[in-house]
């Protein structure tokens, strides 16, 4: 009777360890960026490089799992507590190197028992890198007799309205993005950033300091103004802070020659010149495919431009139109007409006439496009923003030239004539 007692009891046991392994499904995923309440199971997960993290999985006797591994190198993931009963869940730690390849991994959890192999979900590596200076490329006034365009100096009292580059210099920057902020508009990450130094165009707009958030651009603009996203942020503590607006401190101050025989009076020049930077271009960030889905090749573009976009969904955005424009770089004030042109190639697509410009003014003009209007997408398995050339709504801005003063209406020195001429 024992054993027959015993081989009933094994049975059962068996049939237990059966009914739980096939039972045991991973239903939802919590504590991400995006997920506190829960993601689908077929939302990717994110980790960032020299960070733990720690998800709670759920699902029915997922606390029965003996095992967690992950493919590849430089992560570990090992399991934390566990919850029994209804809406069961366990916790799956992860400890990531910061040097572990950037990609996606598969997580699998196993069980005594499997019937028809573990349960898995996918989670991404993104990079997090370091910041450690962060410049101001200020442009300098014509010198006569030559010399630099631009000086660096520290990032304070930047100017407002007006489009400017910061140098940033540190590790990883070479597929950076900055987090979008009311306090500016129109950043972006210049193209030729290498691992460590970019360059990043924006435009503040209201006075203020405070850091700069650097994330890698596999995160969507959702994931980096989500709650949690302090763990992606690149690190650098006060080394990213910027002040903008006010006076400009620091670098080095120009100062005109001194007229021969004068008595301390400055000289005079006429210098002409397209403004340094042309607003609201709209254009991919690079003319490589990001990747191919279902046969449909995908660009990326500005996150900025996916503000406000559900993930996974795509919208038709219209993109404000472009402006132009001409300032007076020189130190006498402007009283002749002269004339300014916007081209693209040989065509040209405004001419305007500049009647008056004062020492450090700028007059800005706005090209009104024929098409505006572009497709927009976001994905659930991948962060960023995205067009393709194939929807219904596509459009990208051509090569932009921008010439001033090209009848010589202005008498201009032959040095001041060399920045007559700007490609955007």
């Known amino acids: ?23 045991a499904t991973v239903e939802t995923i919590k504590g991400t960026l995006t997920c506190f309440i829960g993601c689908n199971r077929n939302v990717v997960q994110l980790i960032a490089q020299g960070e733990h993290h720690s998800f709670e999985v759920v ?7 003996t095992a967690v591994e992950i493919t590849g190198s430089g992560v570990s993931v090992s399991y934390g507590t566990r919850k029994h009963g209804a809406n069961s869940s366990i916790i799956v730690n992860f400890d990531v190197n910061g040097n572990a390849a950037p990609g996606e991994r598969t997580v699998r959890m196993r069980y005594a028992i499997e019937t028809s192999g573990p349960d898995t979900f996918k989670v991404r590596v993104v990079r997090k890198g370091n910041i450690s200076q962060i410049q101001y490329r ?22 407002l309205n007006q489009r400017l580059v910061l140098i940033v210099n540190g590790t990883r920057l070479s597929n950076v993005e900055v987090r979008p902020e009311t306090t500016y508009r129109n950043v972006r990450v210049l193209p030729g950033a290498t691992e460590s130094t970019c360059a990043v165009e924006i435009e503040f707009t209201a006075s203020g300091q405070g850091p700069l958030s650097f994330f890698d651009s596999a995160l969507s603009g959702q994931d980096m103004r989500s709650s949690g996203s302090s763990k ?24 005109p020659p001194i007229l021969r025989g004068g008595a301390g009076s400055p000289s005079v020049f006429v210098d002409v010149a397209p403004r340094a930077n042309m607003l609201n271009i709209f254009r991919r960030t690079s003319t490589n495919p990001a990747f191919t889905k279902n046969g449909v090749q995908y660009f990326s573009i500005n996150s900025e431009h996916c503000n406000g976009v559900p993930v996974g969904q795509s919208r038709v955005i219209t993109v404000q139109n472009p402006i132009w424009g001409v300032s007076n770089v020189g130190t006498a004030g402007i009283a002749t007409p002269f004339p300014a042109e916007l081209r693209s190639g040989a065509q ?34 991948r962060g960023g923003c995205f067009v393709s050339l ?11 030239t921008v010439v001033v003063n090209s009848n010589n209406a202005l008498t201009e020195a032959g040095a001041a004539q060399n920045n007559n001429s700007r490609n955007y």
Do not use: H
Not at 232 to 255: H, L, M
């Open 1 to 23: 009777m024992k054993r027959i007692g015993f081989k009933a009891s094994l049975s059962a046991l068996l049939v237990l360890g059966l009914s739980s392994s096939a039972m």
């Open 59 to 65: 699902g029915g006797f997922v606390d029965t799992s």
């Open 138 to 159: 200020r442009p300098l006034p014509f010198r006569p007799g030559g010399g630099p365009a631009t000086e660096l100096v520290p990032p304070t009292g930047l100017p």
């Open 232 to 255: 992606f942020s690149y690190a650098g503590g006060t080394i990213r802070n910027v002040q903008y607006g006010g006076a400009q401190a620091g670098g080095t101050t120009f100062t």
């Open 348 to 381: 040209a697509l405004s001419t305007q006439t500049i009647t008056a410009l004062n020492p450090g003014q700028t007059r800005d003009f706005t090209f009104a496009r024929q098409n505006s209007s572009v497709r927009v997408f976001t994905f659930l398995d």
């Open 390 to 400: 194939t929807a219904d709504r596509f459009f990208e801005d051509p090569p932009f």
